[in-house]
């Protein structure tokens, strides 16, 4: 299994500025996922980013893939207090199980 | 509306007394998992099911058990729980194996073993 490595572990930001948080992994991936998590409830997937994309847009979120460089990025935005939650990365590779990240925790202040 | 359900939402239990955790989907796909949450840890999979009767361990299997034995049904069993088993879990389904396909997530189930 390969785990992503979120980095900010922690962030915070002023409501309408833009929030970028990264993830790093160790070995090749077929695919990238992003998802939020709020605080105590369910992971909401946010992104799906395959191998030869390099860039991803949903809305506010911009999420880029650099193969070589093993790292992947979100962006949010123009953020609001209700992105504030928790957001994780995970790497995947066929035939491994799919395991996300420790996270980075968003916190928007009004 | 497509969802996955878990029952209970909060459990307070005692050391040694079974309980199962059930979790249900409507969306009719293929692939379902069972997580456990912990501070500083992040999601870590205990179980996961690729299809009727076909289930395999995850990365922290021990001490659970599950079973599949209908497709929108995959409960999660713990024998004899202990206090190292309290924890926040999460059970998802996705139409294809973990990484290959969105996966959606249980609103999630809070145990605490005594």
């Known amino acids: 299994s390969q785990q992503g490595e979120e980095d900010p572990q922690a962030l915070s930001i002023q409501e309408g500025e833009n929030a970028t948080m990264n993830c790093s992994y160790k070995?090749?991936?077929?695919?990238l996922q992003w998802y939020r998590q709020n605080s105590g409830r369910g992971l909401v997937h946010l992104i799906l980013i395959r191998s030869n994309e390099r860039e991803k847009h949903s809305g506010r979120l911009r999420v880029t893939l650099d193969t070589s460089k093993k790292s992947s990025s979100l962006l949010i935005t123009a953020s609001r207090a209700a992105d504030t939650a928790s957001y994780f990365c995970?790497?995947?590779?066929?035939?491994?199980?799919?395991?996300f990240g420790p996270g980075t925790r968003l916190s928007v202040l009004p | 509306e497509a969802q996955v359900t878990q029952n209970p939402r909060y459990l307070i239990t005692v050391t040694g007394k079974k309980l199962t955790v059930t979790c249900s989907q409507n969306?009719?796909?293929?692939?379902m998992s069972w997580y456990r949450q912990d501070p500083g840890l992040g999601l870590r999979q205990i179980y996961y099911?690729?299809?009727?009767?076909?289930?395999d361990k995850g990365d922290v299997p021990e001490g659970y058990k599950v079973s599949r034995k209908e497709k929108r049904n995959f409960p999660l069993i713990l024998e004899s729980p202990s206090p190292n088993q309290t924890s926040l879990y999460f059970c998802?389904?996705?139409?294809?194996?973990?990484?290959?396909?969105?996966?959606?997530f249980g609103p999630g189930t809070r145990l605490t073993v005594l």
């Open positions: 995970a790497p995947f590779n066929y035939g491994q199980n799919f395991v």
């Open positions: 070995t090749s991936i077929n695919n």
């Open positions: 969306m009719n796909h293929e692939y």
């Open positions: 099911s690729m299809n009727v009767e076909v289930t």
């Open positions: 998802a389904s996705s139409l294809a194996a973990g990484g290959y396909d969105t996966q959606y």
